[in-house]
């Protein structure tokens, strides 16, 4: 069905709408321009669903009536328009009736007579040519049945794909309900979720003050004043409130809570059946799958095949049995085919007709009417499960909002929990605040310490100026004095020399109690804080608190202590202070250190309330995130340097080794050759002491070479295992902070010692020189003995014996040198290798730690983006409820002005009218309930007083025109009655003259 509603408007497609109720569909002719009004007017002329009953949705889109088609991108081919009877969705609302089918009647054709369609050949003298006429009458009729019984089952066909349809139309619309109710449940059940984690926290909060107030108030009462602070009234820290007072807040604090208890549980006794009765609803189907029905239906399709191809069989005996006649009446016959073999084979060609075609027709009709009936069943029954589960998803819904309205007084019941526990956190918060106070008086006696040294440094900065600007000043009357006379520049003030500072500090803070940050834990133990952190265990709080909100130093004493990142003043600077005013760069640095770990505690103090029980805001936690995030890359970064450092290190000491090989190797090859020499020049007799000798040497190069390659073994190991720590790139510990320089001037010592002691001795180049040149001398020795061997063989023999022993001992002598610096080497190789060791044990130590705070950061990243999307959410409702609430403000101030126009009635209706026109104009879809009630009420209030307008103007118009009647009756009857007086007068005038006459 089509309806064009555009008026001059060119049509630019067709919408498709499908009513939810019986799946009916309807196409509109229709463009962008078209308001969604004159679509709701169609749909209430051509379905009979009201105006008012109405309910438009295209997707998650619902349409507004004053709104365009445009506005949704419609109409489009691939968008379809379900419409919604409120009607129906009430609870007493009348189930849908059964279906009406309208089948097209189709009458049965008359039988065939001679009588009514004679033919030549009927009065033929020939039976065969007589029979003729009859079969072709006969053959008319078996067509004109089978397309009569094929038209009734195409008919009834096509009404089964038609309630198929309309039946996958109810499934889409069902689909459709079920999306929105699943978005709106949806929504809830994440603000349910939410109330529940803000009760949870809240209700557990609230207990613990309940169940533990007794071992609160007697923690209080252990907790005693410093003796500075007592008085003959307050002792202890519990003398500084009433406890009558508290023991009242604490009963009223237990029914409230109680009540709150028993509320919250009817509540999610409430929100469990509303889950429980959404949880069926999308559990259930229809009775009958549509998939079945469909193929149910293609299979019943075969029927209209059988149909058709029969007809086709039909239509062509029809065309055989007419050519037949034909050609009988035309004398055209063939000799072959006589007439009496035509009608012998006409014959079995009308058994099939009779006995097998119309009879299969008739089978395939009363299949597809069988079909037709199972289809008008299950449709009916889609349609009375449609109406019931619409009821459903109404009822739902209408629970959905109460439950919504629920959600605000059970939140504003929350903040009055808040409220009634306030007074009972006094409690807890007195151990907290007493321990920041004395944490405050140790950071103010710190801070005097530091704001000498302050001080102190600035004096010594501007002494420092006042030197270099003295000698520029001198440096410059010594240049031009030479030029200008003394007196003329004393004449121009250039003698003149800048005075000295003298920075004087004025006592303060002397009233503040006499205690150091050890007295903190002495007089306000930890234990007053309330209890640990939730990350860590108990005992470990100190540790938490080095590890999250400071690194870790040494201080004169060789303790570690906590140090903040960074100090509040930026130009002050420890590692720069000089020995000012008897205020020394360790104690002002000591000082630093003490006020910042009294700061530290007092900032826990103040937190502690907040993270014990994960009621951590979201700006304070990302505050804690950063900090951390910018700590734990401090310290990534100082691992990477220390790294990198001992890389290099091992690097040198590994040259160093090579370097002392290489020079053993050269000496000990130096060493061989002289033996070698030596060996030649003595002969066999000398051949047992050369082979000592040479396994002496042997014997010390092996030791030496072992003693190398252990070691440069260790140093690549060393190596290794750095490289393979710097590529896990994780954090160092904040302890690692002053290490590093500790192990760097000891190596740089040691490595300086090794040096200096081996390059002095191994690499002498005048001892290889000396022992080249003694080498060489007994090689010359031999060719010069004389020339006589028997008077000088026995002289030149002692002499070579002597000159031996004289090398033997330099030699013996050099290889205990040799021995010694070998020794003094490894021993210094040795103390390298502790020393890495030490390192190697630092690094697996900062690895541990590097992993623990990763994992820290990892949980905290993960807190940090649950409690981020929780803002997120809440912000986003916020913004949704106060955005409503301030267009409801500025709709009710618009009432308020056209209440107030002035103008009589007049004027209210026109201001009226065109509020209603204004708001209807500015409608969209992300307005909520009540904002479209509100218009609606604007738009009936409108229309009413306009009605009522229209009736005071013309009653107003009657009136006057009722008046004017009457003024013109008033003079008319003036008129007569002056009429009537001067026609009295005349007649007494003529009665007197009558009289006298």
């Not at 008026?7 to 229709?30: F, M, Q, T």
């Not at 549509?290 to 029809?318: A, G, T």
């Not at 090859?669 to 000798?693: E, F, P, V």
């Not at 750095?722 to 500790?742: F, Y």
């Given at each position: 069905m089509?309806?064009n509603?555009t008026?001059g408007?060119v ?7 499908h009513i939810a109720e ?8 229709c463009?962008e ?7 709701q007017?169609?749909i209430?002329s ?13 997707g998650?889109?619902?349409l507004?009536?004053?709104e365009?088609?445009g ?6 081919d691939e968008?379809?328009v ?7 969705l009430?609870a ?8 009406q089918?309208e089948?097209h ?6 039988p065939?007579s001679?009588?009514?369609?004679p ?5 033929a ?13 006969q053959f008319?009729?078996h067509y004109?049945?089978g ?6 089952t195409i ?6 794909e ?5 039946q996958?139309?109810?499934e889409r619309?069902i689909d459709?309900?079920?999306r929105?109710?699943?978005?709106f449940?949806?929504?809830?059940n994440?603000n349910?979720?939410?109330f529940?984690k803000c009760?949870?926290q809240q209700h557990r909060?609230?207990s ?12 209080l009462?252990s907790?005693k004043?410093i ?11 519990l003398?500084?409130v009433?406890?009558e ?14 009540q709150?208890?028993?509320k919250?549980s009817q509540?999610k006794?409430?929100f469990g059946k509303?889950k429980?009765d959404v949880?069926?609803l999308f559990s259930?189907?229809a009775?009958?799958?549509?998939r ?8 019943r399709?075969r029927?209209?095949n059988e149909?058709?191809?029969i007809m086709q069989?039909l239509?062509k005996?029809v ?6 006649v034909?050609?009988c009446l ?7 085919l006589?007439?009496h ?8 060609m ?5 006995k097998?075609?119309l009879p ?5 009709d ?10 008008k069943n299950?449709?009916n029954?889609m349609n ?13 819904q209408h629970?959905?909002k109460d439950?919504?309205l629920q959600?605000?007084?059970?939140s504003e019941?929350?903040k ?10 006094v409690v807890?918060?007195?151990?907290p605040?007493y321990r920041?106070c004395?944490?405050?008086v140790?950071?103010r ?13 600035l004096?010594?900065k501007?002494?420092?100026k006042?030197?270099e600007?003295v000698?520029r000043?001198?440096d410059?009357l010594?240049?031009?004095s030479?030029y200008?006379?003394?007196?003329v520049l004393a004449?121009?003030?250039?003698f003149?020399t800048?005075?000295?500072c003298?920075?004087n500090i ?15 834990d002495?007089y306000?133990p930890?234990s ?6 939730k990350s860590?265990k108990?005992?470990?709080?100190r540790t938490s608190l080095s590890?999250s909100?400071?690194?870790?130093s040494s201080?004169?004493t ?17 590692c720069?202070m000089?020995?000012v005013?008897g205020?020394?760069k ?5 000082a630093k250190l003490r006020?910042d770990?009294?700061s530290?505690i007092a900032?826990?103090c103040s937190?502690s309330?907040?993270?014990e029980?994960e009621?951590?805001d979201?700006s ?6 950063k900090?951390?995030?910018e ?10 340097e220390?790294?990198k ?7 040198a000491k ?6 002392y090989?290489k020079?053993i ?6 060493l061989?050759?002289?033996y070698?020499?030596?060996?030649k020049?003595l002969g066999?007799n000398?051949a047992?002491y050369s082979?000592k000798?040479d396994?002496?040497?042997s014997?010390?190069l ?10 440069s073994s260790?140093l690549?190991?060393?190596i290794?295992?750095t490289?393979n720590?710097?590529d896990a790139k994780d ?7 002053s ?6 001037e ?5 490595s300086g010692t090794?040096?200096l002691?081996?390059?002095s001795?191994?690499m ?9 040149a003694t080498?060489?001398?007994?090689d010359v ?9 028997s008077l000088s063989?026995a002289?030149?023999n002692?002499?070579?014996v002597l ?5 033997l001992?330099?030699?013996a002598?050099?290889q205990a040198e040799?021995?010694?610096r ?5 021993e210094?190789m040795?103390k390298l290798?502790?020393?890495l060791?030490?390192s190697?044990k ?5 690895q ?6 990763e994992?820290c950061l990892?949980e ?6 649950t409690?981020?999307c929780?803002a997120?959410?809440?912000a986003s409702?916020?913004n949704?409820l106060?955005?409503?609430a301030?267009?409801m403000r500025g709709l009710?101030?618009?009432l308020?002005s056209c ?6 009635v ?9 509020l209603?026109q ?10 909520d309930d009540?904002t ?6 604007i738009?009936?209030l409108a229309?009413k ?6 009736q005071?103007t013309?009653?107003l ?6 008046e004017?009647?009457?003024?013109q009756?008033?003079?008319?009857l003036?008129e007569?009655?002056?009429?009537v007086k ?7 005038l003529?009665?007197?003259q009558v009289t006298i006459?």
């Amino acid at each position: 069905m089509s309806s064009n509603v555009t008026g001059g408007y060119v049509c630019r497609g067709k919408l498709l709408i499908h009513i939810a109720e019986n799946g009916h569909s309807y196409e509109l002719d229709c463009d962008e321009s078209t308001v969604v009004e004159a679509v709701q007017r169609f749909i209430e002329s051509m379905a009979g669903i009201q105006f008012g009953d109405q309910l438009l949705l295209c997707g998650d889109m619902k349409l507004e009536a004053s709104e365009a088609l445009g506005a949704y991108k419609l109409p489009s081919d691939e968008q379809e328009v379900f419409c919604f009877n409120k009607a129906r969705l009430q609870a007493n609302a009348a189930p849908p009736p059964q279906e009406q089918i309208e089948t097209h009647v189709i009458p049965e054709p008359s039988p065939p007579s001679s009588n009514h369609d004679p033919h030549p050949l009927d009065n033929a003298v020939d039976p065969a040519l007589k029979a003729l006429p009859s079969y072709e009458r006969q053959f008319r009729y078996h067509y004109h049945c089978g397309h009569a019984i094929y038209s009734r089952t195409i008919g009834k066909f096509e009404i089964c794909e038609r309630l198929l349809r309309e039946q996958k139309v109810e499934e889409r619309a069902i689909d459709i309900a079920r999306r929105n109710l699943d978005y709106f449940f949806k929504i809830l059940n994440q603000n349910y979720m939410d109330f529940q984690k803000c009760y949870t926290q809240q209700h557990r909060a609230h207990s613990d003050l309940l169940l533990n107030f007794a071992r609160d108030i007697e923690k209080l009462r252990s907790c005693k004043l410093i003796p500075a602070l007592q008085t003959s009234s307050r002792k202890c820290l519990l003398d500084l409130v009433k406890e009558e007072n508290l023991r009242k807040w604490l009963e009223n604090c237990t029914g409230s809570h109680k009540q709150f208890d028993n509320k919250v549980s009817q509540f999610k006794h409430v929100f469990g059946k509303l889950k429980h009765d959404v949880e069926d609803l999308f559990s259930s189907k229809a009775s009958l799958p549509i998939r079945d029905l469909e193929l149910m239906i293609k299979e019943r399709y075969r029927h209209i095949n059988e149909q058709r191809s029969i007809m086709q069989s039909l239509s062509k005996d029809v065309s055989t049995v007419k050519k037949l006649v034909d050609d009988c009446l035309s004398s055209q016959l063939s000799s072959s085919l006589r007439p009496h073999d035509a009608v012998s084979a006409l014959g079995p060609m009308y058994d099939v007709h009779d006995k097998n075609h119309l009879p299969k027709m008739t089978a395939c009709d009363s299949s597809i009417s069988e079909l037709l009936d199972y289809c008008k069943n299950k449709k009916n029954e889609m349609n009375i499960f449609v109406h019931s589960y619409m009821q459903k998803i109404a009822y739902i819904q209408h629970t959905i909002k109460d439950v919504r309205l629920q959600f605000n007084a059970f939140s504003e019941a929350i903040k009055r929990q808040d409220a009634v526990f306030e007074g009972l956190k006094v409690v807890r918060g007195i151990g907290p605040a007493y321990r920041s106070c004395l944490a405050e008086v140790v950071r103010r006696k710190a801070s005097m310490k530091l704001y000498m040294g302050m001080a102190g440094q600035l004096a010594e900065k501007l002494a420092i100026k006042r030197e270099e600007e003295v000698r520029r000043r001198e440096d410059f009357l010594k240049a031009q004095s030479s030029y200008i006379p003394r007196d003329v520049l004393a004449g121009m003030g250039l003698f003149d020399t800048p005075s000295q500072c003298d920075v004087n500090i004025v006592p303060f803070d002397t009233s503040l109690l006499d205690i150091d940050i050890r007295d903190i834990d002495c007089y306000a133990p930890e234990s007053l804080v309330g209890l640990p952190f939730k990350s860590e265990k108990p005992g470990n709080s100190r540790t938490s608190l080095s590890m999250s909100n400071s690194s870790t130093s040494s201080d004169v004493t060789g303790n570690a202590v906590v140090t903040p990142e960074k100090y509040e003043s930026e130009d002050f600077d420890v590692c720069d202070m000089f020995d000012v005013a008897g205020t020394s760069k360790i104690e002002v640095e000591n000082a630093k250190l003490r006020a910042d770990l009294a700061s530290a505690i007092a900032r826990i103090c103040s937190l502690s309330s907040d993270v014990e029980y994960e009621s951590l805001d979201d700006s304070r936690a990302d505050s804690l995130l950063k900090n951390a995030a910018e700590k734990t890359a401090e310290a990534l970064q100082q691992k990477d340097e220390y790294v990198k450092h001992l890389e290099s290190m091992l690097k040198a000491k590994q040259q160093q080794c090579q370097s002392y090989e290489k020079r053993i190797e050269e000496l000990a090859q130096q060493l061989s050759d002289q033996y070698m020499q030596a060996r030649k020049c003595l002969g066999n007799n000398d051949a047992a002491y050369s082979t000592k000798a040479d396994d002496c040497r042997s014997e010390i190069l092996d030791h030496t070479e072992r003693q190398l390659a252990c070691r440069s073994s260790e140093l690549m190991d060393e190596i290794s295992c750095t490289s393979n720590r710097d590529d896990a790139k994780d954090g160092l510990l904040p302890t690692m902070t002053s290490k590093p320089q500790e192990v760097d001037e000891n190596m740089t010592d040691s490595s300086g010692t090794q040096n200096l002691h081996l390059d002095s001795s191994m690499m002498d180049p005048q001892r290889d020189e000396q022992l080249l040149a003694t080498g060489s001398s007994l090689d010359v020795l031999p060719s010069e003995a004389p020339a006589d061997p028997s008077l000088s063989a026995a002289k030149v023999n002692a002499d070579v014996v002597l000159e031996l022993q004289r090398a033997l001992e330099d030699k013996a002598n050099q290889q205990a040198e040799t021995e010694s610096r070998l020794k003094s080497a490894l021993e210094d190789m040795s103390k390298l290798g502790l020393e890495l060791e030490n390192s190697r044990k630092l690094l697996d130590e900062s690895q541990m730690n590097c992993a623990h705070l990763e994992n820290c950061l990892h949980e905290a990243r993960q807190e940090a983006q649950t409690h981020l999307c929780a803002a997120d959410r809440r912000a986003s409702e916020y913004n949704t409820l106060r955005a409503s609430a301030v267009k409801m403000r500025g709709l009710f101030e618009r009432l308020k002005s056209c209440v107030n126009a002035s103008g009589g009635v007049a004027g209210f209706a026109d201001a009226l009218r065109s509020l209603a026109q204004s708001l209807a104009s500015s409608a969209s879809d992300a307005e909520d309930d009540g904002t479209v009630e509100f218009r609606a009420c604007i738009k009936v209030l409108a229309e009413k007083v306009g009605i009522l307008s229209r009736q005071r103007t013309e009653l107003l118009d009657r009136y006057s025109k009722a008046e004017a009647a009457n003024k013109q009756l008033s003079k008319e009857l003036e008129e007569r009655k002056e009429l009537v007086k001067t026609l009295y007068t005349k007649h007494q005038l003529e009665k007197q003259q009558v009289t006298i006459g």
